[in-house]
């Protein structure tokens, strides 16, 4: 069965240090891993994808992420946090050849916590 | 602009009344979806459509219903036999169905609560 893990509710890093948001997921065959961002009452917001190639993968506002297949693992990251960046953070996996449907299994979401 | 719009942002309902969300977009995207989100559970997914006239169930279907006559609208109407309504609704859409790398584009979403 496809599942995605988020296994931290809640992630708190003081402003200007290195945050890591994690994930870890399960799918039969290659994933293609997404990560994204809610700000209260808001819609989601894309912020990266992995597709194939390079394992480090830039995305929006600064953000970065690296596939590590032995681990089964796509990290959030970003060298230095701005209190901005306070929000609630999702993960999502979609199998490559098409298991569950095709469709995006998300991670319950991890709450990113930035202080000044 | 383009994008995804929802309506209403809030949504009052009393017990036994059905209720429609709507979802619009002008991305020209052939593929839409309905979630609902609850604290602590992240992402469900309720119905998805790859394209005109046609729609399937998700996760959790039961008490929902969906149509898609128009490829820019996506309606979803919540049902008396949805037994607790009470949630975050987000609309997303993307370019091509589902076995592609294409990201979803979310809507601002309709909170519903049942009175």
């Known amino acids: 069965a496809q599942s995605v893990a988020q296994p931290e509710d809640q992630v708190n890093v003081a402003e200007g240090n290195p945050l890591t948001v994690k994930c870890t997921y399960s799918?039969?065959?290659?994933?293609?891993l997404f990560w994204y961002v809610q700000y209260p009452n808001r819609g989601l917001q894309f912020l990266l994808k992995?597709?194939?190639?390079?394992?480090l993968v830039k995305g929006s506002y600064g953000f970065e992420a690296e596939f590590n297949k032995s681990q089964t693992s796509f990290h959030l990251k970003k060298p230095s946090a701005l209190v901005s960046d306070s929000a609630l953070y999702f993960c999502?996996?979609?199998?490559?050849?098409?298991?569950?449907?095709?469709?995006?299994?998300f991670g319950k979401g991890t709450k990113l916590s930035v202080k000044p | 602009d383009g994008g995804i719009t929802q309506s209403p942002k809030y949504l009052f309902r009393k017990e036994g009344q059905n209720v429609t969300l709507s979802c619009e977009q002008n991305?020209?995207?052939?593929?839409m979806y309905w979630y609902r989100q609850d604290p602590g559970q992240g992402l469900r997914l309720i119905y998805y459509?790859?394209?005109?006239?046609?729609?399937q169930k998700g996760d959790i279907a039961e008490g929902y219903s969906v149509s898609r006559e128009k490829k820019e609208s996506f309606p979803l109407t919540v049902t008396s036999a949805q037994k607790n309504p009470t949630a975050f609704y987000l609309c997303?859409?993307?370019?091509?169905?589902?076995?592609?790398?294409?990201?979803?584009?979310f809507g601002p979403g309709t909170r519903l609560t049942v009175l």
């Open positions: 992995y597709i194939t190639g390079d394992n």
């Open positions: 799918v039969s065959g290659n994933p293609y």
């Open positions: 997303a859409s993307s370019r091509t169905g589902t076995t592609s790398h294409n990201e979803q584009f």
């Open positions: 459509s790859q394209i005109v006239n046609d729609f």
């Open positions: 991305l020209n995207h052939d593929a």
């Open positions: 999502a996996v979609r199998d490559k050849y098409g298991g569950s449907q095709g469709n995006l299994i």
